[in-house]
């Protein structure tokens, strides 16, 4: 069990650039959230899966943004024409719903600097 | 008003200090809760993960959930430096997704 694995660490891209994250979860857990964190406040849920399953979005995934986990297994977070508003830590974590367990294992997270 | 309040601190003790964290809620439904640790510019570790009302204790840290008031603590005992750090509440209900409180900064003084 090596954890929550995100990539890149750290993106600078220019406004109106498309970039992309990828997140592997830990191995056998099904459910897989995608948070965003800005300086100084807690993380904010952006959306989460169940195996393949895209559940719930949040009010903040405007339609810039998109998210996948097509075999139910890593997930990508896509976010299109990007704005310097978006420079957040984006985090990803998982959790093991098979067992009944809410606990969620996060990542090292992405940060995203828009110039 | 923020479904979860937490002090943003900073709060500084002394090497081998009791430290108490606090976050208030407003939801009911909550009933998963969560505390993590948040170095700088790392992702957030899980410390404590509590279901409902009660205390449970791992080591130096204790947390606590008093659903009837809507508060949730976590106790640092023989605190270190290497405590120093980002603490965050987190809770949950029917849903998974994480609310999270704004986070204590803390600092452990040599």
């Known amino acids: 069990d090596t954890g929550v694995s995100q990539d890149p660490r750290h993106k600078i891209t220019k406004r109106g650039q498309n970039v992309t994250f990828r997140c592997d979860p830990i191995?056998?857990?099904?459910?897989l959230y995608w948070y965003r964190q800005t300086l100084g406040q807690g993380p904010e849920f952006l959306t989460y899966?169940?195996?393949?399953?895209?559940?719930?979005k949040s009010r903040l995934l405007s339609d810039r943004f998109s998210a996948e986990r097509p075999k139910g297994s890593f997930s990508t977070l896509e976010i299109q024409r990007t704005e310097q508003g978006d420079s957040a830590m984006y985090l990803c974590?998982?959790?093991?719903?098979?067992?009944?367990?809410?606990?969620?294992?996060f990542g090292p997270g992405t940060r995203l600097t828009v110039t | 008003q923020k479904e979860v309040e937490q002090d943003p601190g900073p709060l500084s003790v002394p090497e081998g200090a009791i430290v108490s964290l606090n976050c208030t809620y407003s939801?009911?439904?909550?009933?998963?809760f969560m505390w993590y640790r948040q170095y700088s510019r790392k992702g957030p570790e899980l410390l404590m993960y509590?279901?409902?009302?009660g205390n449970k204790e791992d080591g130096r840290f204790t947390a606590q959930v008093d659903k009837s008031s809507k508060y949730i603590s976590l106790f640092i005992r023989d605190s270190q430096p290497s405590d120093s750090a980002t603490y965050l509440c987190?809770?949950?209900?029917?849903?998974?997704?994480?609310?999270f409180g704004t986070g204590t900064l803390l600092a452990v003084q040599p």
């Open positions: 191995s056998e857990h099904n459910r």
């Open positions: 987190a809770m949950s209900g029917a849903t998974n997704k994480l609310i």
């Open positions: 939801n009911s439904a909550f009933q998963y």
């Open positions: 899966f169940q195996n393949e399953a895209q559940l719930e």
């Open positions: 509590t279901y409902s009302s």
């Open positions: 974590a998982s959790s093991d719903a098979f067992q009944g367990r809410h606990e969620q294992y």
